[in-house]
C-alpha cells in the first residue's frame, strides 16, 4: 500500500502545529494610487489602436521622468482635448450597442486630469468625424465656454457644445471646409480651413447658432500645393495679435490673422532654401509642427524625396526655425517622428512621436537644442500628443 495519504497528513498536522508561532500577515488595504500633480512635462498620447479600433486609449506619462502613469479607453476614434484652464479634459468619441455594429452613440465624456476619473457625460449627435487623431477635430473656444466637434456624414458640419450648461447647443454646417481653428481674441468666433483655398470664419450667436459667416481671400491653391490641417497659435498679446501659422505640403509658411471676422492672410513664406529644395525636402506627419511662442521657433519634421503622397512620412530630421529671421537655424535627428510638442517654459521641452517603435524622443529646446533621450513603448498606434 503506498504510503503517500499518511505522509501528507503528518505534513498538514505539523503545519498546523506551527502556524500559530508564525507571525500574522497584516490585512491588506485596497486602495488606488494617486496620480502626481500634473505639471508642463505631463504627456497625453492618443492611441487609436487600429488593431483593436473600437477600443481606443489615451495614455499618461511624466515626459521628465519617462514614469508611465496611467490610462484609460476613448471608446471608437476618440479624440481629446484639455480644457483651457487644464483643469477638465475632454473626449470626443463613439459607441456602438454590439461593440462594432447596432445603435451608435456619440458624447462628449469630461474627465478629471488629476485622476482621470469621468465626471460628466453629454450627449452629442451621432455625426463626429471617426478618424486618427488631429488637433483640429475638437477645440474649445478661449474663454472655455465652447465645445467645437468637426463633424462628417460625409457632409462636414461643426457640432457646438455648452460646457457651463452641459449640453449640446447647436449644429453650423461648414461644406467643403475642414478642421477647427479657434479665434484666440473672440471666444465666439472660430475658423476652418476650406478646399477653395479660403478660411471661412464662423460668428456665433448668443446660444451657440451661427449668427455670420466670411470668408478670406484664396491663399493656397489645393491642387498645387494643399495645406496641412494643423495650426499652430503665435501669440496673444502685443504685436503677435491672433496670429496662427499652417504649412504647405512644399514647406510654405502661411500665417493667418483671425483677430477680426474675416480672416487677414498675410505673405507666405518657404522654409526650403533653393539647396534644400533639389534635395527633395518637404514637411510630413500628422502633428507635424510646434511652435514655443516665447523663443519665436517653430519645430517641424522634415524628410527629403519628398513627392505626391509623402506629406505623412515621418521625420528625417526636425527642423528648428527662427519664426522673425525666417530661417532654420537648428538641424535634429527625427527620430521617425510624426507628431512633435514642445513645452512653453522658459527652459523648453521637444517631444516627438516615433511613428515607428511608438517611443517618445525627448529634446532640450534651449538655445542650443540637442537630443537627450527616449521613452521606449508607450502605444500601440499612436498619432497625436499634448501636453498639460
Not at 59 to 80: C, E
Not at 108 to 135: C, G, K, M, S
Request: with cysteine; charged share 20%; hydrophobic share 45%.
Amino acid at each position: 500500500m503506498s504510503r503517500m495519504p499518511s505522509i501528507l497528513v503528518a505534513v498538514a498536522a505539523a503545519w498546523c502545529l506551527a502556524a500559530p508561532a508564525a507571525a500574522q500577515l497584516a490585512t491588506e488595504a485596497l486602495a488606488v494610487a494617486k496620480l502626481p500633480p500634473p505639471d508642463e512635462h505631463r504627456l497625453y498620447v492618443s492611441d487609436i489602436t487600429i488593431q483593436h479600433i473600437v477600443d481606443n486609449r489615451l495614455h499618461v506619462l511624466d515626459g521628465a521622468s519617462g514614469r508611465y502613469l496611467g490610462q484609460f479607453a476613448t471608446g471608437y476614434a476618440g479624440q481629446s482635448v484639455l480644457s483651457r484652464d487644464r483643469k477638465e479634459l475632454y473626449v470626443t468619441t463613439s459607441y456602438y450597442a454590439r461593440l462594432s455594429r447596432g445603435a451608435r452613440s456619440d458624447v462628449v465624456e469630461i474627465h478629471d486630469p488629476t485622476t482621470l476619473d469621468l465626471v460628466a457625460e453629454i450627449p452629442i449627435p451621432p455625426r463626429r468625424a471617426q478618424a486618427l487623431p488631429y488637433e483640429g477635430l475638437v477645440r474649445s473656444s478661449v474663454d472655455g465656454r465652447w465645445l467645437f466637434v468637426q463633424n462628417v456624414t460625409p457632409a462636414t458640419s461643426v457640432t457646438v457644445v455648452d460646457l457651463k450648461a452641459r449640453k449640446f447647443a447647436a449644429e453650423i454646417p461648414n461644406p467643403g471646409c475642414w478642421a477647427i481653428i479657434p479665434s484666440e481674441t473672440a471666444a465666439d468666433r472660430f475658423s476652418t480651413i476650406c478646399g477653395d483655398g479660403t478660411l471661412q470664419t464662423m460668428v456665433l450667436a448668443a446660444d451657440g447658432s451661427l449668427a455670420s459667416s466670411t470668408r478670406s481671400e484664396p491663399f493656397f491653391d489645393a491642387d498645387v500645393d494643399p495645406i496641412f490641417v494643423q495650426s499652430q497659435f503665435l501669440g496673444a498679446t502685443g504685436a503677435a495679435g491672433d496670429r496662427h501659422a499652417l504649412v504647405s505640403f512644399r514647406g510654405k509658411v502661411h500665417v493667418v490673422d483671425l483677430s477680426q471676422e474675416t480672416a487677414r492672410i498675410e505673405p507666405a513664406w518657404s522654409l526650403v532654401g533653393a539647396a534644400d529644395a533639389r534635395r527633395g525636402w518637404r514637411p510630413g506627419g500628422y502633428q507635424l509642427f510646434a511652435v514655443h511662442r516665447g523663443q519665436h521657433r517653430m519645430y517641424i519634421g522634415m524628410h527629403k524625396g519628398g513627392a505626391e503622397g509623402s506629406h505623412k512620412n515621418p521625420a528625417e530630421e526636425i527642423w528648428v526655425v527662427d519664426l522673425r529671421k525666417r530661417e532654420r537655424v537648428a538641424r535634429l535627428p527625427g527620430h521617425m517622428a510624426v507628431a512633435l510638442v514642445v513645452s512653453q517654459t522658459p527652459k523648453p521641452t521637444l517631444y516627438g512621436l516615433d511613428a515607428v517603435a511608438m517611443a517618445i524622443a525627448r529634446f532640450d529646446a534651449g538655445a542650443k537644442p540637442r537630443f537627450v533621450g527616449r521613452i521606449e513603448g508607450v502605444a500601440e498606434s499612436a498619432t497625436m500628443l499634448e501636453l498639460h
